[in-house]
């Protein structure tokens, strides 16, 4: 039984640097989530796939971010030009196309960024 | 827009003692669904419970009990005879019949003594 994955766990990087993370969903899953985390606070939406296509973006998405999921299947999440207030928890999540009864959200152990 | 409030930052409690969490939502929606997560210090989200707007019916799962009042807009989560491995911050989520994304609230540190 494999859940969803992230990588990396964790990564440091100097301000001014880019950084990718990777997410892989839970295989029969076609929606994929990205959230952010900061220290102390609950989840934020920052945006969401189904299959291949973005469907929507948060405004907490700045220009410098960017995320695909080119063949449907895992996400990639880039962000360019970090800055400090990136540093955070970065949580992907996927789930089904469901309606009631399988509509939940299966979350990965996160990718925890530190911005110097 | 939708809003979660979760008013207890930290609760703690004594091996054995039940513990009550307390989640008010707003939401124009009148199809939504609420769910309570885990977060252990791990770090990883647990998805413990979803309830549908349209059912009220309030549940007992072993030690975990759930208490869903439209009347009042709140979704309060039981853990009765809490255990030290209960230990860890319990987030309440709402997500509308229209959207995808979850809105969480704050979250409720629980911190359980031996």
């Known amino acids: 039984d494999t859940g969803v994955s992230q990588d990396p766990r964790h990564k440091i990087t100097k301000r001014g640097q880019n950084v990718t993370f990777r997410c892989d969903p839970i295989?029969?899953?076609?929606?994929l989530y990205w959230y952010r985390q900061t220290l102390g606070q609950g989840p934020e939406f920052l945006t969401y796939?189904?299959?291949?296509?973005?469907?929507?973006k948060s405004r907490l998405l700045s220009d410098r971010f960017s995320a695909e999921r080119p063949k449907g299947s895992f996400s990639t999440l880039e962000i360019q030009r970090t800055e400090q207030g990136d540093s955070a928890m970065y949580l992907c999540?996927?789930?089904?196309?469901?309606?009631?009864?399988?509509?939940?959200?299966?979350f990965g152990p996160g990718t925890r960024l530190t911005v110097l | 827009a939708q809003k979660v409030t979760q008013a207890q930052t930290e609760i703690s409690v004594v091996e054995k003692e039940d513990v009550t969490l307390d989640c008010v939502y707003e939401?124009?929606?009148?199809?939504?669904?609420l769910f309570w997560y885990k977060q252990p210090p791990s770090g990883e989200l647990v998805f413990l419970i979803r309830?549908?707007?349209?059912?009220?019916q309030n549940e007992i799962s072993g030690r975990y009990s759930w208490n869903f009042q439209k009347s009042t807009s709140s979704f309060n989560f039981t853990i009765t005879a809490s255990q030290v491995v209960d230990s860890a911050v319990y987030f309440c989520?709402?997500?509308?019949?229209?959207?995808?994304?979850?809105?969480f609230g704050g979250g409720t540190r629980v911190l359980v003594k031996p």
């Open positions: 999540a996927s789930s089904k196309t469901g309606t009631h009864d399988n509509n939940e959200q299966f």
């Open positions: 989520a709402l997500r509308g019949a229209a959207g995808n994304k979850l809105t």
């Open positions: 939401t124009r929606d009148t199809t939504y669904y």
């Open positions: 309830r549908n707007s349209f059912d009220e």
């Open positions: 796939f189904q299959n291949e296509a973005q469907l929507e």
């Open positions: 295989s029969e899953h076609n929606r």
